[in-house]
């Protein structure tokens, strides 16, 4: 039973530090203009790009902090993928058989 205390301990911990980085609410979407699915397909395509410049400077981010929500975060998911390679084509891989 003691063996077991640590292990619950560090479990909980990394309970904590997971929920922790758990997204939370858009409270910064509050803008006149916010934006949504096309600029967030657009900023998912550059974001490779935007990422390598926003390690220089500080006036740029490759997420749009005002944005629309759930449409905004689709697009960017899409272009990200695009961009990135995403995993559509493991599903199209065929194995070879040895004959």
């Keep these: 039973m003691r063996r077991h205390v640590?292990?619950?301990?560090?479990?909980?911990?990394?309970?904590?530090?997971?929920?922790?980085?758990?997204?939370?609410?858009?409270?910064?979407?509050?803008?006149?203009?916010?934006?949504?699915?096309?600029l967030g397909l657009w900023h998912g395509l550059i974001c490779p790009i935007t990422f390598v410049i926003s390690l220089f400077t500080h006036q740029v981010s490759i997420y749009e902090v005002n944005n629309n929500g759930g449409w905004y975060n689709f697009g960017f998911l899409l272009g990200a993928s695009a961009t990135l390679g995403g995993s559509g084509g493991a599903g199209a891989r065929r194995r070879r058989h040895k004959d």
């Design 6 to 38: 640590p292990l619950v301990l560090v479990a909980v911990a990394a309970t904590l530090v997971l929920a922790g980085c758990a997204a939370g609410p858009n409270t910064a979407a509050t803008g006149v203009d916010p934006a949504g699915f096309w």
